[in-house]
């Protein structure tokens, strides 16, 4: 902590002056996690409480996308991210183009779009959805057939969990599509009695190996019910060492795949973010009006 120290002072210090407000994705290291963030979560989270902040300034620690979505909740606030090509495999997956030729293959069916999109495929979309809340806005529809993109992994999970029929896109998480559940045999082998919790953007051998899966906010709370001895989180790496902290008399087994987008930001970005007022993030009007329909729909169904 000795070499963050510095940064950490300077942020708080540069926060303050500007009114500006820190939100962190679970994803973000522990020093920009615990050290400079003012508010925390899962991609729902964020979304909610950007809703709500009072900051003249929003400085958005997690991936492009978490960050237009808070622009597209605050048009008249400037929402900075550290890095501009803090980007996501699923965002980059598919394009407004591809949803519209989707909808000529489907007509009629409404298309629920993950967070994890650009503002342009949310502007295509009928209503956005996260982990967190995907089947409870699949179900909100109340149609027996909708086209979920982009990730086939979280549509094939959601598919599980309700009768609607969901149609799937070909988007995966780079990150998490690396586990596999031969992995997940081997620490339940290695450590007697592990609790398994992990994302719905695994794939499904994974998730059938799993004791718990849910979004990260979602681990983190039934973490905090659950209380087991010892635990693996098959997600992204800053995530346990985040919860630890909170959780000391838990035990995590550590293995984890890292996010190179996630892992863009780092503490003297923050700073100069902060300094210089960049990236600043824009959406064009014409695609903020649409996308935040669908971002607005998705929040009115809640978590
Ligand atoms: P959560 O919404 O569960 O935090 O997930 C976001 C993400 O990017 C997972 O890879
Ligand atoms: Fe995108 Fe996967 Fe990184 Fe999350 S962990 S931001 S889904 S690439």
């Not at 695994?202 to 998730?207: A, G, T, Y």
């Not at 008399?249 to 987008?261: M, S």
């Not at 902060?274 to 971002?295: G, I, K, P, S």
Request: glycine share 4%; with cysteine.
């Amino acid at each position: 902590w000795a070499v963050h120290a510095p940064y950490i002072a300077a942020i708080r210090e540069l926060k303050a002056r500007h009114n500006a407000v820190i939100l962190a994705h679970n994803y973000q290291t522990p020093e920009i996690f615990h050290g400079v963030a003012d508010l925390t979560g899962d991609s729902l989270g964020l979304a909610q409480q950007a809703v709500q902040t009072e900051a003249d300034i929003i400085v958005l620690c997690g991936v492009h996308f978490m960050a237009e979505t808070a622009k597209l909740l605050n048009p008249h606030k400037t929402v900075l991210i550290p890095d501009a090509d803090a980007g996501c495999s699923l965002a980059s997956s598919i394009t407004a183009a591809d949803v519209q030729a989707m909808r000529q293959r489907y007509p009629g069916v409404p298309v629920v779009t993950y967070v994890n999109t650009s503002a342009a495929v949310k502007a295509e979309s009928d209503i956005c959805c996260t982990s967190a809340n995907a089947v409870a806005v699949v179900e909100s529809l109340g149609v027996d057939r909708v086209m979920f993109i982009p990730d086939q992994y979280l549509s094939h999970y959601v598919s599980t969990q309700t009768d609607v029929e969901v149609i799937p896109w070909a988007g995966a998480c780079e990150v998490h599509e690396r586990f596999t559940g031969d992995e997940l045999r081997m620490y339940r082998e290695d450590h007697d009695g592990i609790y398994i919790l992990a994302h719905p953007e695994c794939p499904q051998d994974v998730l059938a190996e799993a004791d718990f899966v849910g979004s990260t906010a979602g681990m983190v709370r039934h973490l905090g019910e659950k209380r087991p001895s010892h635990v693996v989180m098959v997600t992204e790496c800053s995530m346990s060492d985040n919860v630890a902290v909170e959780f000391p008399e838990i035990a995590f087994v550590r293995p984890c795949n890292l996010c190179p987008h996630m892992k863009r930001i780092t503490l003297p970005k923050i700073l100069r973010a902060l300094e210089t007022r960049q990236h600043e993030v824009t959406v064009d009007e014409a695609v903020a009006v649409r996308a935040r329909q669908a971002v607005e729909r998705m929040l009115a169904v809640g978590r």
